[in-house]
């Protein structure tokens, strides 16, 4: 069973924006923080951003002040909003669940993935 359904990822060119979706099970969304993982080829998966259950966030510094994540508790969807993307944000993103994401990191539940390629 899906418990993370991702949406939004696609070609841009360099300077542009995307904005990705995440539909979350209810139980899962209210439970738990939610974030966005992100892994290029040949590299680790890494934090993006996570948004607590009461809206706390955080981010990676590769991307203050570039994207945002915010979460829609009536649709149960969290969304990263990616703006004045750079090549090197070229990977695949993936929604994730779990008790935490920031200290000693615990993840119950990830989404497919999907593809973010930004153009120079």
């Known amino acids: 069973q899906v418990q993370l359904v991702e949406s939004g990822g696609g070609l841009v060119q360099a300077g542009g924006s995307l904005r990705l979706s995440c539909a979350a099970s209810?139980?899962?969304?209210?439970?738990?923080?939610m974030g966005w993982y992100r892994q290029a080829p040949g590299k680790q998966r890494d934090l993006v951003a996570a948004?607590?259950?009461?809206?706390?966030?955080n981010y990676a510094d590769s991307v203050k002040g570039r994207f945002t994540i915010s979460r829609d508790s009536a649709k149960n969807t969290v969304y990263l909003q990616m703006n004045s993307l750079k090549p090197e944000d070229t990977a695949v993103y993936y929604c994730?669940?779990?008790?935490?994401?920031?200290?000693?990191?615990?993840?119950?539940?990830w989404g497919q993935g999907t593809q973010v390629t930004v153009s120079s």
């Open positions: 994730a669940a779990g008790p935490r994401m920031i200290v000693d990191p615990q993840i119950r539940y």
């Open positions: 209810r139980s899962i969304f209210i439970m738990n923080t």
């Open positions: 948004i607590t259950n009461i809206g706390r966030t």
